[in-house]
């Protein structure tokens, strides 16, 4: 289900085929095996990735502090920082209104790129962190599913990002990224382009299809954000009951 190479356009099935090597060892240093134990792996706090949540947006259709929205006895930021610090042992905010968000003893960093969009935010983190690669979510995806988070850390092999797919298309913002994604991303953003997929397209990328995203999270809750008052009275209205918790396949790890 999940192919390497430059990011395709088109349907995943026609991306180039994975390359494979004899080595236990990827360009990072991660051992294949202690990689893919990650997988189902689900007490063990992962350190070869950083999990980076970007808090930099206006909101501006929101009116308000997306991040700071009440949601299930929590904030938005509060429970994406703690499923995030389940998974990860380092955890990192890139925003640039820290004074917001002390109380969540999380370690901010700004945007070194300011007022160019989501795509600063990814750089900011990526250029930040200690590890060779993080894991990048939004401030208003509150569903995230710990499963799937570790089926795509599970999947690094020299590449520069790993991205799901869904009904919607590619998901950049619930996606892994690797050091060697950076000078690209740099050229990019010193032109004034803050287009994600458009970057992604020129890096070496793996693509998980929304078919093997959906063994794991078959409505794709983990890509639901808010961007309205109402999309948000929505959220709060619905109720799911664990999908976001529990994975969604029967009988192991995925063929």
Known sequence: ??????????????????????????????????????????????????????????????????????????????????????????????????ESYRFLRCPTVPDVYPAMGSLAGIHAGLSSCKTPYVFV????????????????????NCQDVIIPGSDGGLEPLHAVYGKGALPIMENALSRGNRKIVECCAKLNATVISKEEVALFDPDFLSFANINTPEDYYRFREEIVIGREDTLSIQGGMPK
């Open 137 to 156: 979510t939004a401030c208003d995806i509150p569903h995230l599913n710990t499963s799937l988070i570790r089926r795509l850390v599970g999947g690094i």
């Open 1 to 98: 289900f999940c192919s390497a190479g430059p990011l395709w356009k088109g349907p995943a099935s026609r991306i180039p085929a994975s390359r494979s090597g004899a080595s236990s060892m990827d360009s990072s240093g991660i051992d294949k095996q202690h990689r893919t134990s990650h997988l189902f792996d689900q007490e063990t706090k992962i350190s070869t990735v950083t999990g980076v949540i970007l808090a930099g947006g206006n909101s501006s259709r929101m009116k308000s502090n997306k991040a700071l929205l009440p949601y299930r006895g929590e904030l938005f930021i509060e429970r994406i920082h703690r499923k995030l610090s389940g998974i990860f042992r380092d955890v990192l905010l890139v925003t640039n209104t820290p």
